[in-house]
């Protein structure tokens, strides 16, 4: 039992990080704290893969001599390209918020409602 | 010699249009650009369906690396409809935007509007080229991304607020989807489509395939806006600029039910489907958004919104062939895909045409402006039968393959929910035609917009008419799209229904 937990320290790293994440972006009304949440949500997804690559005893995957065994570098070449993808949203998502910020000289959402509303 | 590369030059082509369009002098050499661009598309989208429309298969592997390992664009006739589908819109809307565009957008935005408008078409057509799940992932973010940016280009400021909430929900819809995609990769160690599906088959029981499945299909559920995860939905077709609320109704949340079939049925199976619970939420969730959200769109004092809580009804009878999981059930699926682009993106058209002459899209201000405007009208009342599904347009032939999938089953409350939907539609629809034909014109003024009661110019009317007459020619002759989709259902792998 203890083994299963220790073992998979980082799966429950990442089950964690996600539901923090995921936790953040619904509940908060700052725009800013919810892009942030939206990035430890998504950072969490990069360790579920980075974690699934992972071979017992493996190396880097770089032919040398003396090692067999590799680790699977594919889900790494993933999530390269997923923290691209990441990047370009935070950058999107801060953009909109400057541009929010502008029209609206707040960045709270239940202020923006307001101001929507009383329209 | 270009028939094996039908596929790439698809995508190829508006991805190197992309950045060409960004350098370009603001005017309208951009628009030029992606108009030559998106019909040379539907050119070669038309080319590669008449290719696989007999059940062939386009293969290409990408650098020359054998699938599974390498990415592979595996076309066969459901990729190649969408992929038609697709570019046939941005073929119509293309036109129609330079006028509309110009109007609501500054002047020195226009070559990066252009630009991101060729990289959100790279997105949406990738995703249906691509045979990778992984790289679906990359072009559903790719369309996603410059689909914000394009909605906060929008003139009222809650433009902003709108493609910020789409960015987070869609975010975490693609980030869900992430989730599934890698624990199926941990079961199968493939991410090609047809790999997955083959190396699925033997172990459907395992826990993590089925919770992989769960991340995906909810993950795809918001993108495609499915009751009840449709709450950005509104607000982003409201607000957007009109060509781009006609492009993005009309494409992007087909595209995303494209998504859905192909993973639901494609990666996984029929066979999965049911012993898993999904078939009956997608026929509850499918019931209950096509009245709710009928209901909604009859209170709606903004036209937008009513069309675009009308969109969310439609997605639900796609969502609800699906959940029939039978020949006739997927037929109407895609069927409706193809169709409700036509019909939805006829009348946003239509109700941008009167945004463009008045400034405003709320029905109080459009009073008896179909008197002035009387071949808008008739577009905006030839659509709307076909929203309702009335017999000889496009409309009717998805609701009859929709309603032969419910009796084969006996499934007497989806039909019966599924008339409800048309009654309701019909409400809806009749108060828009009543605002504009019946109601006296109030002489009031409206804050911005030329305030020119007349009728639009030719550049906005042909585009809409092109549409209106699809709305027709698809409702009389079905032969071509439905066989087209018959080998698509075939492919799918779906039997016929059996007691």
């Given at each position: 039992m203890i083994d299963v937990i220790i073992g998979h320290y980082n799966y429950w790293i990442v089950i964690v990080l996600m539901m923090a994440g995921f936790y953040t972006v619904i509940s908060r009304g700052n725009l800013i704290k919810k892009i942030v949440g939206l990035n430890i949500f998504q950072t969490s997804v990069f360790l579920l893969y980075i974690s699934i690559g992972y071979v017992s005893d493996g190396?880097?995957?770089?032919?040398?001599?003396?090692?067999?065994?590799?680790?699977?570098?594919?889900?790494?070449?993933?999530?390269?390209?997923?923290?691209?993808?990441?990047?370009?949203?935070?950058?999107?998502?801060?953009?909109?918020?400057?541009?929010?910020?502008?029209?609206?000289?707040?960045?709270?959402?239940?202020?923006?409602?307001?101001?929507?509303?009383?329209? | 010699m270009i028939e094996q590369n039908l596929s790439l030059l698809l995508v190829v082509v508006p991805l190197l249009a992309a950045p060409i369009a960004a350098m370009l002098p603001n005017g309208r050499l951009p628009w030029l650009l992606a108009l030559a661009v998106s019909w040379l598309c539907f050119i070669l989208a038309a080319w590669q369906l008449m290719v696989v429309i007999d059940g062939d298969v386009i293969q290409y592997s990408l650098g020359g690396w054998a699938p599974p390992w390498g990415i592979e664009y595996r076309i066969d006739a459901l990729n190649a409809i969408v992929a038609l589908l697709v570019a046939a819109i941005a073929a119509v809307t293309l036109p129609y935007a330079l006028l509309s565009i110009e109007q609501e957008i500054n002047k020195e935005q226009l070559s990066l509007f252009y630009s991101v408008f060729l990289l959100c078409f790279v997105g949406l057509l990738g995703i249906t080229q691509t045979g990778d799940i992984f790289n679906l992932f990359v072009f559903l973010e790719i369309s996603s991304l410059s689909a914000y940016a394009l909605i906060a280009m929008g003139r009222d400021r809650r433009a902003l607020t709108a493609a910020f909430q789409y960015m987070i929900m869609g975010t975490i819809g693609a980030t869900f989807f992430l989730i599934g995609v890698g624990l199926t990769y941990v079961e199968t160690g493939t991410l090609n489509m047809l790999d997955l599906n083959q190396?699925?088959?033997?172990?459907?029981?395992?826990?993590?395939?089925?919770?992989?499945?769960?991340?995906?299909?909810?993950?795809?559920?918001?993108?495609?806006?499915?009751?009840?995860?449709?709450?950005?939905?509104?607000?982003?077709?409201?607000?957007?600029?009109?060509?781009?609320?006609?492009?993005?109704?009309?494409?992007?949340?087909?595209?995303?039910?494209?998504?859905?079939?192909?993973?639901?049925?494609?990666?996984?199976?029929?066979?999965?489907?049911?012993?898993?619970?999904?078939?009956?939420?997608?026929?509850?969730?499918?019931?209950?958004?096509?009245?709710?959200?009928?209901?909604?769109?009859?209170s709606q004092h903004d036209v937008k919104r009513m069309l675009a809580y009308s969109s969310v009804a439609q997605i639900s009878y796609m969502v609800l062939g699906m959940g029939f999981a039978s020949v006739y059930g997927l037929t109407a699926s895609i069927v409706h895909i193809f169709n409700h682009a036509l019909m939805k993106g006829a009348l946003f058209m239509a109700v941008g045409i009167i945004v463009y002459?008045?400034?405003?899209?709320r029905f109080k201000d459009m009073a008896g402006l179909g008197r002035q405007m009387p071949w808008t009208f008739a577009a905006i009342f030839i659509a709307g039968l076909s929203l309702i599904g009335v017999p000889g347009t496009a409309g009717f032939i998805s609701k009859w393959y929709l309603m032969l999938a419910a009796i084969e089953q006996q499934a007497w409350p989806v039909a019966l929910a599924i008339l409800i939907g048309s009654l309701l539609a019909v409400i809806y629809m009749w108060k828009l035609i009543e605002t504009l034909f019946f109601e006296k014109a109030e002489q009031h003024e409206i804050g911005q917009g030329v305030q020119q009661r007349s009728e639009a110019p030719l550049s906005l009317l042909l585009p809409l008419w092109l549409l209106v007459l699809a709305n027709i020619y698809f409702g009389i002759e079905t032969q071509v799209l439905l066989k087209a989709t018959a080998t698509a259902v075939d492919l799918l792998g779906v039997a016929d229904y059996h007691e």
């Open positions: 190396t880097a995957p770089i032919i040398a001599e003396g090692f067999t065994r590799y680790s699977n570098p594919l889900p790494h070449v993933l999530i390269l390209t997923a923290i691209v993808v990441g990047v370009a949203t935070t950058a999107l998502g801060l953009a909109l918020v400057i541009r929010i910020k502008e029209a609206y000289g707040t960045i709270e959402e239940d202020d923006i409602h307001n101001q929507d509303e009383s329209l | 190396r699925l088959q033997p172990i459907l029981e395992h826990r993590t395939v089925h919770t992989g499945f769960a991340f995906m299909v909810v993950g795809i559920a918001l993108k495609l806006a499915l009751f009840p995860l449709h709450l950005w939905l509104p607000n982003v077709y409201t607000y957007a600029p009109t060509a781009i609320s006609v492009f993005l109704a009309a494409t992007a949340t087909k595209v995303a039910v494209y998504v859905m079939l192909r993973v639901v049925f494609g990666v996984f199976s029929n066979d999965f489907v049911s012993i898993t619970p999904a078939d009956d939420l997608f026929l509850l969730l499918g019931v209950i958004g096509v009245i709710l959200a009928s209901a909604a769109a009859i002459r008045i400034g405003s899209s």
